[in-house]
């Protein structure tokens, strides 16, 4: 033999550290194996075979000594190098086949390839026709639960020739067969040996060894006899060729979401329950968001309705809140009429309130008396659905007219009918009805404005009510850029007036601006209880993906040993995850607008935009990118060895 051995082991030692305890398996192996050989390495159980085999396959890495694959030490190469050498240079037979159990024969043929970049196209023709010369034509398709223990060696044996295999590394393959399924075996890989295929068969049996055309024994970590290389085999390079490459950056991400679409289908039920966390997560944000902005744009348009050119003047030192009761007792009707006067003005309604029990006929209500001036639907922009408000004339003669809320109007003639000209008693003082209001709806803060009857404020004060004090007076400016102005002019008048600051100037569009902030605050609020709910969600995954890589240890095991870098196997489970939380953010979105619309039907106001269906969708996939790191990681860190060992 002149060429140089395709694998030479120099005095290679490998020691096992249990915690404290460092047992030394390998004790100073001296092994040369030349390309095209066929060698068995037999010793009993313990001896230390697997050991070795791992080592010679690159899936573990010597304590000491070293080893030189076609030349080059490869003893002191990283992961991801030594992944690349048993992509491109072994093939792995496993005694327990170590097959994917939710993927079909060319399926897990094909890994190999996958990790070699090979186009898909490319890769079934290749899985198909190895199947097919294997005598497995007509299992393309089936799983393993649904093939013989001979017939998923057979699709292992594929496996390990797609990406070439040069090497073909089988520890103890026959070790889980009946005798005619395990000859079979042995005459497939003497049939490789021939194509040449350097073949190192593993196994504690001699019969087994006999096949090989040289059989190495090794016992308790030493070679212990070793027929030296079989002559007259063919030389290297008689192996096909590794597929064609394209650039090597493994599988692509629809390659992936491919295989997370199957791992996640083979678990069906399981995938639904986490789905749920994130469905629930997202379809609450979605929701909630459109529910809240609705009601925001409910509220201010309900103000906004009572009109942004106003200004509320209130009794009342500034300091105070607003006194509901009106017990402040500050300004005047003479007030409203200074107010009048003032530049940009358009009016100033003096208003006072109080309760009143309205009785027509023999039916008795209690409301609300408002007893304010002529002008006062201008500026609410409220004009009488039928007759007419009272006029200057009916306040300064003290006229006895009111008008009624279409609230009051239902409360007093249940049946219908015209009030108008009726004459109704208000705290038992006779007022004619002189007009009914149109309806207005519900106030910002829960109320019924049209559950009130208006009468002149001269009546009112005198007859009904007993003061000269007002509740308010709302002034309406005719140029809304003239409101802060305006304002300041009323606050300079009015002090001068009453000596002392003792009312307090509110502009609407300050408050719808303090509405708003209100509600943002809310909606912030909704948003982050359902952001919760994703975060549970997305706790869910997390805890179903570690779950799922300690179930798949041993598939990741498999992919790492066909040639799977750290980054495939990251790139898979993140995938895996991702594609979780992807569906779970599709069906959330349906079921968050769904839900939204359920609320529009029953009568709320609700506002569905994208923004918040995006945010919620980006959300999820986030999630699932942050969450199925953690355990993508641990899968990516496993060490090959270990996770092949895994039970
Ligand atoms: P064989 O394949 O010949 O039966 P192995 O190579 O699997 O033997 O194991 C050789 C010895 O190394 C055994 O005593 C076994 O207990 C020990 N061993 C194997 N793997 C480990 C490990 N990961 N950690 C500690 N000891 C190990
Ligand atoms: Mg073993």
């Not at 001896?47 to 573990?60: E, Q, V, Y």
């Not at 395990?182 to 196994?203: F, K, M, S």
């Not at 009568?603 to 996939?621: R, W």
Request: proline share 5%; net charge neutral; with cysteine.
């Amino acid at each position: 033999m002149t060429a140089p051995p395709l694998i030479e082991l120099r005095d290679i030692t490998r020691t096992y550290r249990t915690g404290a305890l460092a047992v030394e398996v390998l004790h100073g192996i001296d092994l040369a194996i030349h390309a095209g050989e066929f060698v068995a390495i037999m010793g009993a159980s313990g001896s230390g075979k697997s050991t070795l085999m791992n080592l010679i396959g690159c899936l573990d890495r010597p304590t000491g000594g070293r080893y030189l694959f076609a030349g080059r030490d490869v003893s002191t190469l990283d992961r991801d190098a030594l992944a690349l050498l048993r992509r491109d240079a072994f093939g792995f037979i496993f005694q327990q086949y170590n097959l994917l159990p939710t993927a079909s024969a060319v399926e897990n043929v094909e890994v190999p390839a996958i990790y070699a970049g090979l186009p898909r196209v490319r890769r079934l023709a290749r899985a198909r026709e190895i199947l097919i010369r294997l005598g497995l034509g007509d299992r393309l398709d089936h799983r393993p639960n649904q093939l013989s223990g001979g017939q998923q060696q057979r699709v292992s044996i594929a496996r390990a020739l797609m990406n070439g295999g040069r090497v073909i590394l089988a520890d103890e393959p026959t070790g889980a067969l009946d005798s005619r399924s395990g000859r079979e075996v042995l005459a497939l890989l003497r049939q490789l040996n021939a194509d040449g295929h350097t073949v190192v068969l593993i196994t504690h049996a001699p019969e087994v060894a006999a096949e090989a055309g040289r059989v190495v024994t090794i016992a308790d970590g030493h070679v212990v006899s070793d027929d030296g290389p079989a002559p007259g085999r063919p030389e290297s390079e008689v192996a096909p060729p590794v597929p064609a490459r394209t650039g090597g950056v493994g599988p692509d991400m629809l390659e992936a979401v491919k295989m997370a679409l199957r791992s996640l289908r083979a678990s069906l039920f399981r995938t639904v329950l986490t789905l749920l966390g994130i469905v629930i997560g997202v379809g609450s944000v979605v929701a909630m968001l459109a529910i809240g902005e609705g009601a925001r744009l409910d509220v201010v348009g309900r103000i906004q309705a009572m009109g942004s050119n106003l200004l509320l003047v209130r009794p009342g030192a500034p300091n105070l809140r607003f006194t509901v009761g009106g017990s402040v007792a500050t300004l005047v009707p003479a007030d409203a009429d200074e107010i009048r006067l003032l530049p940009h003005v358009r009016g100033a309604v003096p208003e006072m309130q109080g309760s009143v029990t309205v009785r027509l006929g023999s039916v008795d209500y209690q409301t609300m008396v408002d007893a304010t001036s002529a002008e006062f639907p201008i500026p609410r922009e409220w004009p009488t659905a039928s007759g007419i408000f009272f006029d200057q004339a009916d306040v300064r003669s003290y006229a006895p007219v009111a008008v009624l809320g279409q609230t009051v109007l239902k409360a007093l003639l249940p049946e219908g009918g015209d009030p108008l000209g009726r004459y109704v008693l208000l705290n038992n003082v006779p007022f004619q009805v002189i007009g009914v209001m149109a309806t207005k709806g519900a106030t910002p803060y829960g109320g019924d404005m049209d559950d009130v009857v208006f009468v002149p404020l001269s009546t009112g004060g005198l007859r009904l009510l007993g003061q000269r004090h007002l509740r308010s007076i709302t002034v309406q400016v005719d140029d809304v850029a003239e409101i802060a102005a305006t304002e300041a002019r009323i606050k300079a008048l009015l002090t001068e007036r009453h000596r002392t600051v003792d009312f307090q100037i509110r502009n609407m569009a300050s408050i719808i601006e303090t509405v708003e902030q209100t509600q943002n605050t809310l909606t912030v609020l909704l948003g982050s209880i359902a952001a919760i709910s994703l975060l549970v969600g997305g706790i869910g995954v997390m805890n179903i993906m570690l779950v799922s890589v300690t179930e798949r240890t041993r598939e990741i095991g498999v992919r790492m040993a066909t040639g799977a870098r750290t980054w495939n196997i990251l790139l898979q489970f993140i995938t895996e995850a991702i594609v979780v939380c992807a569906i779970g953010g599709v069906l959330g979105v349906g079921g968050g607008i769904a839900t939204a619309l359920v609320v529009r039907a029953l009568g709320s106001t609700v506002v569905l935009s994208l923004p918040p269906v995006l945010l919620a969708f980006g959300c999820a996939f986030a999630t699932g990118l942050v969450f199925g790191f953690m355990p993508a990681r641990k899968a990516a860190r496993l060490d090959p060895v270990v996770a092949l060992g895994a039970e």
